[in-house]
C-alpha cells in the first residue's frame, strides 16, 4: 500500500492507496465518491501541528490505522507533500520509526510529467504540483483548479496539460479569522450559507459578508481569468472547504475533495522506479 500525505498550514491529509488494486484512478471526467474509488483503502484529514514531537505524530497515526483494522506493517511506500517545511524532518523521523520507509517529498527535481510554464518552477508548493497533475489526468485540460485551505489557490492548465500560472489569495477561514480577531467588538459566528443576503441581526449580517462575500472574490477571480485566456475552461474545487463554497458559485463544475491525495498518488507512480526506496533498518 501506498501511504499518501498532504501536509497543510491548517490540515494534514491522508491516504492509504492499493498498489495493486487494477482499478486505479477513477474515470476521466466522472467524480467518483471516496468510498467507490476501489484503490483508497482509507482516508483521514486531521489539524496540523507544528509542535508535535515524532512520537506523538508516530502514535497518532498508528491510531488511526487500528481504527480502521488496518498496520503500519501494510505500507510499502510513503510519498509526502509538505508546505510546512519545519515538519519535514519530524515526518520524516516518523515514516523512519513508526514505518520503517525512507519518504519519497514532493520538491524540486521530482518526475511530474507536467511543463510549468512560469518564471520559476522550484517556488510551486508541493499541494499546488499534486492539484494540477491530478486534473490533467482526471480531467485533461484546459481547466482551472481552485484549492480552498489555508491559503484559496486558483491554477490554470492549459489544453496540452501545462501548468499556466495561477494566484493566491487569502483562505476562507483565514479572512474570518481576521475579521473576528481585529474588531472587538464583532465575536465569532460559525462559517456557513446563512438563509439570506441581507441579514437580519449581526450574526446574520457577518455570515452573509463572510459567506457571500467569499462567493463574490472566487467568481470574481475566476472571471478575470476567463477574460484573460479567452476563453471558460472547466473549474475543479478542491480542497477542505470546497464543497461549502463551490454551491454557489456560477463556474464550479466539478467538486473533488481526493484530488491532491490522486495527484499524490499519480506523482508516486511516475517516480517509483526513479528512486527506489525500501524498508530502513
Given amino acids: 500500500m501506498l501511504l499518501a500525505i498532504d501536509v497543510g498550514n491548517t490540515n494534514t491529509v491522508l491516504g492509504l492507496y492499493r498498489l495493486d488494486e487494477k482499478a486505479g484512478l477513477p474515470p476521466k471526467g466522472k467524480p467518483v465518491a471516496a468510498k467507490e474509488r476501489f484503490d483508497l483503502a482509507a482516508h483521514w484529514r486531521v489539524t496540523t501541528h507544528r509542535t508535535q514531537t515524532v512520537d506523538e505524530y508516530g502514535v497518532f497515526f498508528v491510531k488511526l490505522f487500528e481504527m480502521n483494522g488496518l498496520s503500519p506493517s501494510q505500507v510499502t511506500n510513503i510519498i509526502i507533500a509538505s508546505v510546512v517545511p519545519p515538519l519535514d524532518s519530524t515526518l520524516r523521523q516518523v515514516c523512519e520509526t513508526y514505518f520503517h520507509l525512507e519518504p519519497l517529498f514532493v520538491e524540486p527535481g521530482i518526475k511530474t510529467g507536467m511543463p510549468a510554464l512560469v518564471d520559476n518552477p522550484t517556488e510551486l508548493g508541493a499541494d499546488r504540483i499534486a492539484d494540477c497533475v491530478a486534473a490533467i489526468e482526471r480531467y485533461g485540460g484546459p481547466c482551472i483548479v481552485v484549492d480552498f485551505g489555508t491559503a484559496t489557490k486558483f491554477e490554470v492548465i492549459s489544453e496540452k496539460g501545462e501548468y499556466l500560472g495561477g494566484s493566491i489569495a487569502p483562505g476562507l477561514g483565514l479572512s474570518a479569522e481576521a475579521l473576528f480577531s481585529r474588531a472587538a ?97
Fill in 185 to 281: 467588538r464583532l465575536s465569532r459566528v460559525d462559517i456557513k450559507r446563512p438563509a439570506k443576503v441581507i441579514g437580519t441581526n449581526t450574526v446574520g449580517h457577518l455570515q452573509s459578508g463572510v459567506y457571500y462575500g467569499y462567493i463574490g472574490l472566487v467568481d470574481g477571480m475566476l472571471e478575470r481569468i476567463f477574460a484573460e485566456l479567452g476563453h471558460k475552461p472547466r473549474v475543479i474545487a478542491a480542497g477542505g472547504l470546497a464543497r461549502m463554497v463551490a454551491a454557489d458559485s456560477r463556474y464550479i463544475s466539478e467538486i473533488d475533495d481526493l484530488l491532491t491525495l490522486d495527484g499524490l498518488r499519480i506523482l508516486f507512480e511516475r517516480n517509483r522506479n526513479a528512486r527506489p526506496r525500501g524498508r530502513t533498518h
